[in-house]
């Protein structure tokens, strides 16, 4: 089952094949997030333009990389949403032309369920659930409880930023350039965790829910307070990040208390890449499986996650309810 996956909802243009739902045969990604380096964020209609520019190079090279011809697909995954709408339409309609073209199935593929499939790619052993998920990127931070691959319940989410959303902001707050991820644990790698205090957001409360909003504030007024605070950035930036992650780490520990059942848990999406993040629970999990994307690329945004959680809506989909063809996206399964 080789599966053409599309991913385009934001600053980055991403074409994969996929055998079988994780085996990657190729994944590209052209992204445009160095124009936004000193915008502090991505533009939406810059975004959608380099969209246009890249879409068809993109899909040739996913396909020449990974020695397929369009005759061999049997199925196009293409991100629906959630994202900007302008990035967004460049993929859907690609992939709805393509998918008449070729005469292929399509299949719309939610974001948050590309992230949630990253934790398998490239890897032979299938989960064992239950799983606890965490998700977090620059537009969401969730916690899921997954008893297969499509089905699950969200256990927590944030009530104001997204993890991610707090990196981009807390780097731009210490003038460090966007993605505020890579730049604030670079800017940090030297530097003491302990130097500052934050607070512990939502501490001692019996929720599972997530706050970034209070120790994006706290930086603020550490910077304003602070003499000659830029000759501190290398303690600063690494205080912020020790309390970011131990914000997420927080409500691992405190979902695990409450479900042990969970045999496994994942943790995806852009901030997933964070090294900090994962020795703090590799270390806090120890004697579970704890699973990260196996490359960096999965992390991110990519196409490759995308062509994955399709293949495994389609094996669903075929076996309920009939087969999803070109002429409609279906609104995907569980996690609509
Ligand atoms: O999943 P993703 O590529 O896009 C969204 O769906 O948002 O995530 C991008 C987010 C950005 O906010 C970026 O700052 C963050 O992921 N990020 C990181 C790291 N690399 C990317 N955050 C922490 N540490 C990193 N190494
Ligand atoms: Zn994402």
Redesign the pocket.
């Known amino acids: 089952m080789i599966t053409l996956g599309i991913e385009t ?2 600053d ?1 243009t991403s074409a994969a094949i996929v055998a079988d739902g994780t085996q990657v045969l190729s994944c590209i990604i052209a992204s445009s997030k160095d124009a936004f380096e000193h915008a502090g964020g991505v533009i939406p209609e810059h975004a959608a333009r380099e969209q246009i520019r890249s879409i068809h190079p993109v899909i040739d090279q996913a396909l020449a990389e990974a020695s397929v011809s369009p005759k061999d697909i049997d199925l196009i995954a293409v991100t629906r949403g959630p994202g900007l709408l302008g990035s967004l339409l460049v993929g859907t309609v690609t992939a709805r032309t393509l998918a008449t073209l070729w005469k292929k199935p399509l299949i719309g593929v939610h ?1 948050t369920l590309g ?1 949630l499939s990253s934790s398998w790619l490239d890897t032979n052993d299938e989960p064992q659930f239950p799983v606890l998920t965490l998700s977090a ?4 931070t969730e916690l899921w409880l997954r008893t297969d691959h499509l089905q699950g319940e969200l256990l927590g989410s944030t009530r104001d930023d ?4 707090a ?2 902001k807390g780097a731009s707050l210490l003038g460090l350039p966007y ?4 730049s ?2 670079q800017a940090g790698q030297s530097g003491d965790p302990q130097a500052y205090p934050f607070p512990r957001p939502l501490h001692g409360e019996p929720t599972l829910d997530f706050s970034y909003s209070g120790l994006k504030t706290a930086l603020k007024y550490l910077l304003r307070d602070l003499p000659d605070a830029t000759s501190h950035t290398v303690n600063l930036a690494a205080s912020y990040e020790y309390a970011l992650c131990r914000h997420l780490a927080d409500r691992i520990a405190h979902a695990l208390d409450r479900h042990d059942a969970v045999q496994e848990v994942h943790v995806v ?3 997933s ?3 900090r ?1 994962r020795a703090m629970l590799t270390e806090q999990c120890a004697g579970r499986v704890v699973r990260f994307p196996t490359r960096l690329l999965y ?3 990519n196409a490759a996650m995308i062509a994955s959680a399709g293949t495994f809506l389609r094996n669903h989909i075929r076996q309920s309810r009939g087969f999803a063809t070109a002429a409609s996206l279906p609104a995907g399964a569980v996690f609509s």
């Open positions: 909802s934001c980055e974001h992230h990127s620059g537009g969401h997204a993890a991610g959303e990196f981009d993605p505020g991820g890579p604030i644990s999406g852009g901030v890449a964070n090294s993040l992390c991110t945004d």
